[in-house]
């Protein structure tokens, strides 16, 4: 169906069923010789099934299974990068069959990774184009990238429990997880999709254009209403940011 800039692929398989795919891939970013930032196998694998998981879920959809593909030896890297990718999903509270693929032939010098989450969405449930005029648009979070993130649990950077808590909260419209391209596309994305125009906050201090690497930050649209839910549903010591509003 293609969905204007989201990185996610829609694509009807019923009459109240979507089939809703997402990937993430990483280079470059590990423990080998020539990585550009050293950190990890683990993190690099906790980080990267992170991307994928939201991205599915952030549309309303049920992840049902997932792909991992490691451009490196079974091990050490590919060990250490599956040990990451199943602490993720225990973190998440999700059991997922994978397919796991490796580089048994040639050596290699750089980590790669590629790892893919399928998920279903009912269709009366999917969260793409539903933002509303009026609504006011918040990041949750910070966008940090390379060597900014060392730790999967850092209280400024968003975690699929954020997500799943979002989902439950009335008033809350569009949920996007925000990755190199910056906020600033994503929500002009978020407007254009809905035929809007985002009015930007004058009080917001966010740098709008930085990457935020493994979607470390979201934006959410939401009713006016919704503002004392997402203060009191989990995020206090989460960033919360008004960008915002859809005119």
């Not at 996610?8 to 930032?37: F, N, T």
């Not at 990457?211 to 919360?240: M, Q, W």
Request: charged residues 20%; aromatic residues 4%; hydrophobic residues 40%.
């Amino acid at each position: 169906m293609g969905y204007h800039g989201r990185d996610v692929e829609v694509v009807s398989i019923s009459k109240e069923q979507y089939l809703v795919a997402s990937c993430d891939s990483c280079g470059a970013i590990g423990m080998k010789d020539l990585d550009e930032v050293r950190i990890s196998w683990s993190i690099t694998g906790r980080l990267t099934t992170r991307v994928a998981l939201m991205e599915v879920l952030s549309t309303g959809a049920v992840p049902q299974m997932m792909t991992v593909a490691i451009s490196n030896e079974p091990y050490p890297t590919g060990e250490g990068i599956l040990e990451g990718v199943r602490e993720e999903l225990v973190f998440a509270r999700l059991t997922l069959p994978m397919a796991i693929s490796t580089e048994k032939n040639i050596i290699t010098q750089q980590t790669g990774l590629g790892v893919s989450v399928i998920g279903v969405a009912e269709k009366n449930q999917l969260r793409i184009g539903t933002s509303q005029s009026g609504d006011n648009i918040y990041c949750l979070g910070f966008p940090k990238v390379g060597p900014e993130i060392n730790n999967p649990e850092d209280s400024e950077i968003v975690q699929i429990h954020h997500i799943q808590a979002l989902l439950n909260i009335c008033g809350v419209h569009d949920i996007i997880p925000v990755g190199s391209r910056g906020i600033h596309v994503e929500a002009q994305q978020l407007a254009s999709n809905v035929k809007k125009q985002m009015i930007v906050d004058p009080s917001c201090v966010l740098d709008l254009h930085k990457s935020a690497g493994p979607s470390t930050c979201l934006i959410v649209s939401a009713s006016s209403s919704s503002i004392f839910d997402l203060k009191s549903s989990g995020f206090e010591r989460l960033p919360l940011t008004k960008l915002g509003r859809l005119d």
